[in-house]
């Protein structure tokens, strides 16, 4: 039987990574058996960058973590190396990055599973994630489609002015001078 201290230290373990998976919008678990230590500098740093948390895990604390939290269906990825990454802020970057890190350095880094807002994702479904842009492109793409109409109205309005005889400048004044 363990000593109180390491057991106190192994609850403490648990109690943050059990802290860390419930406030976690995305988390990607990683076999990274192979892996250099410049390949692994790299990613840490890129991942440090996205702000997403990246750590090697033990699969015996992680599994009593996710068991807690309710992801208990994960505790079969969990032999060998395992790295967790984790993002609070935007769900899709740790899947996008660790999907891209995966591509590249092939059979040394592989995806065992992930998650999403507290559901386990399929492979298929972490590629298609992965293919996502991060959370601000994509609003990006949002306001950009509902400013679409607004602006071609503007266009149109203006081509109106101009086939009319008048300019965009002279309307400007007498928009004015008519609002005071």
């Keep these: 039987m363990p000593n109180a201290k390491v057991l106190s230290e192994k609850q403490a373990v648990v109690a943050?990574?059990?802290e860390r998976l419930?406030?976690?919008a995305s988390?990607?678990?990683v076999d990274y058996k192979g892996i250099t230590v410049a390949e692994d500098t790299a990613l840490r740093s890129e991942l440090r960058q996205n702000e997403v948390e990246y750590s090697v895990v033990k699969n015996t604390l992680v599994r009593f973590?996710?068991?807690k939290?309710?992801?208990e269906e994960l505790d079969g990825i969990l032999n060998g190396t395992t790295s967790l990454a984790t993002s609070t802020s935007d769900p899709i970057v740790p899947i996008r990055l660790i999907h891209e890190a995966s591509e590249k350095m092939k059979d040394k880094f592989t995806i065992k599973g992930a998650f999403l807002e507290g559901k386990i994702l399929?492979?298929?479904e972490i590629a298609e994630i992965s293919a996502?842009?991060?959370k601000d492109a994509l609003l990006a793409k949002v306001l950009g489609t509902m400013l679409a109409p607004i602006t071609s109205l503007a266009v149109a309005l203006g081509q109106v002015v101009e086939q009319k005889g008048g300019s965009l400048?002279?309307?400007?004044p007498a928009a004015e001078e008519a609002a005071e």
């Design 16 to 18: 943050a990574l059990t």
């Design 22 to 24: 419930q406030n976690a």
């Design 27 to 29: 988390g990607v678990f």
């Design 65 to 67: 973590a996710l068991d």
């Design 69 to 71: 939290c309710g992801l």
């Design 122 to 124: 399929s492979e298929a």
């Design 132 to 134: 996502l842009s991060n």
């Design 169 to 172: 400048e002279s309307a400007e």
